[in-house]
């Protein structure tokens, strides 16, 4: 790989069309800059300039070689700028709002890795209803938010999103774990323990399950999803979540997840919330294409 001071010293020659005004410009001398473009020519084998009585002027290699070290010191100017938000980004302070499912797990993980590398951050962490979330976003009460997909104000933007239904959680040994899919008719079979509040954006528009949540007597109603995940952890009843809260216990076999046979809820969505016309701050930025990344793990197979 040519050595990036030959490169500007290259471009700046191209650009200045004589090694005098090079010189000039870059405030190195002229004899520096000459021996920098002959190396550069004994090293490629051609040409890059024609010496002509009032200048340089490119050679076809010359040009091929311009091209090149444009799109190069590009990307090392992005790249530099990207190590400089890292370096900003070791201190900081992020407001951050999800569904509270996702406090419970996801998010606790996701600012445990970033702290490893960015230590000196702090966080507030808010559990909020999803239709507040984009608002929250908008106004600048917190940096980025998750909630239900759907329609947003312009202010803010959906910086990932991955496929989250409402399904059937239980324990592992439930009747209900057997069926790869689970019927309205058979969920209605065993006590329900509920989530207070409204329904998430989106589960409204689907009548069977809407009208299954009204008709359905709970057997315990709480607005802490620590107190229903350990209900069902006791045996006490199933219920109706994303498997976002319960990853942990999912994937250790204690809790299986099942999805409901309504196509309504199979198609929600959950997305990460910016700002769209607001810059983050670096420490926030760089959280936040952490979690884009993480969401799209967790949506790989």
Request: glycine share 6%; hydrophobic share 50%; aromatic share 6%.
């Amino acid at each position: 790989m040519l050595h990036a001071a030959a490169l500007y010293y290259f471009r700046e020659v191209a650009r200045a069309g004589s090694i005098r005004k090079a010189s000039a410009a870059l405030n190195v001398a002229a004899s520096a800059l000459n021996r920098q473009i002959l190396k550069l020519e004994a090293d490629l084998g051609a040409a890059l300039f024609d010496r002509l009585p009032g200048g340089m002027r490119l050679t076809v290699a010359g040009d091929l070689l311009l091209r090149h070290v444009v799109d190069t010191l590009h990307d090392f100017d992005r790249t530099r700028a990207a190590i400089d938000d890292l370096k900003a980004a070791r201190s900081g302070h992020i407001a951050i709002a999800a569904v509270d499912s996702l406090l419970v797990d996801f998010l606790p993980r996701a600012i445990e890795r970033f702290r490893l590398d960015f230590p000196a951050v702090t966080y507030a962490v808010s559990a909020v209803a999803p239709p507040d979330v984009p608002g929250l976003v908008a106004t600048g009460d917190i940096d980025m938010g998750f909630t239900f997909v759907g329609q947003i104000p312009g202010a803010v933007r959906y910086l990932a999103e991955i496929s989250a239904p409402i399904g059937v959680i239980m324990r592992s040994d439930h009747p209900l774990a057997s069926q790869l899919q689970v019927e309205y008719e058979d969920l209605a079979r065993y006590p329900l323990l509920t989530q207070s509040g409204p329904l998430p954006r989106g589960a409204d528009i689907d009548a069977r399950f809407a009208a299954f949540k009204a008709e359905m007597g709970a057997r315990i109603t709480s607005n802490s999803i620590q107190m229903l995940k350990l209900c069902i952890m006791l045996n006490m009843g199933v219920a109706l979540f994303t498997r976002l809260g319960f990853l942990h216990e999912i994937e250790t076999g204690q809790i299986a997840w099942r999805p409901i046979n309504s196509p309504g809820i199979n198609a929600l969505k959950i997305g990460l919330v910016l700002p769209a016309h607001r810059d983050l701050s670096p420490a926030a930025a760089q959280f936040a294409r952490q979690l884009s990344d993480d969401l799209h793990a967790l949506a790989a197979p």
